[in-house]
């Protein structure tokens, strides 16, 4: 019988990759909860960006018209859209602590 030669190539052991891919769980598990505080953080900082933007209407609206707006009222005029108006109250609802400037 002939004998087959064969070459030891150099390759990773089980071992080896099921440690790698351990070290990669580990870092996700820590990586993934501090991206969504993140996400979070950028959702209330753009909250507040539209709550600005409403009342910067509102100011315009009062001294347009003689008399201070409501929501409503800025809605009607297409002074304000409809998703700043429910992000608006969404922001004060979410935000109890503080008052909001414009009424409903």
């Known amino acids: ?4 030669l064969r070459k030891r190539l150099p390759a990773f052991t089980l071992i080896e990759m099921l440690i790698v891919l351990l070290i ?3 870092l996700i598990l820590l990586f993934v ?3 969504s505080k ?7 900082t753009g909250q507040g960006a539209v709550v600005k933007v409403v009342e910067s209407q509102a100011e315009l609206f009062e001294l347009n018209n ?4 409501s929501l409503k009222e800025l809605l009607a005029d297409n002074s304000i859209t409809q998703e700043q ?8 609802e ?3 602590n503080k008052t909001a400037k414009i009424p409903n």
């Open 24 to 26: 990669i769980s580990v």
């Open 85 to 92: 108006y429910k992000t608006y109250k969404e922001y004060y």
């Open 66 to 69: 003689g008399k201070s707006a």
């Open 1 to 4: 019988m002939r004998k087959i």
């Open 94 to 96: 979410k935000n109890s």
């Open 38 to 44: 993140q996400k979070e953080k950028i959702n209330e």
């Open 33 to 35: 909860p501090n991206l």
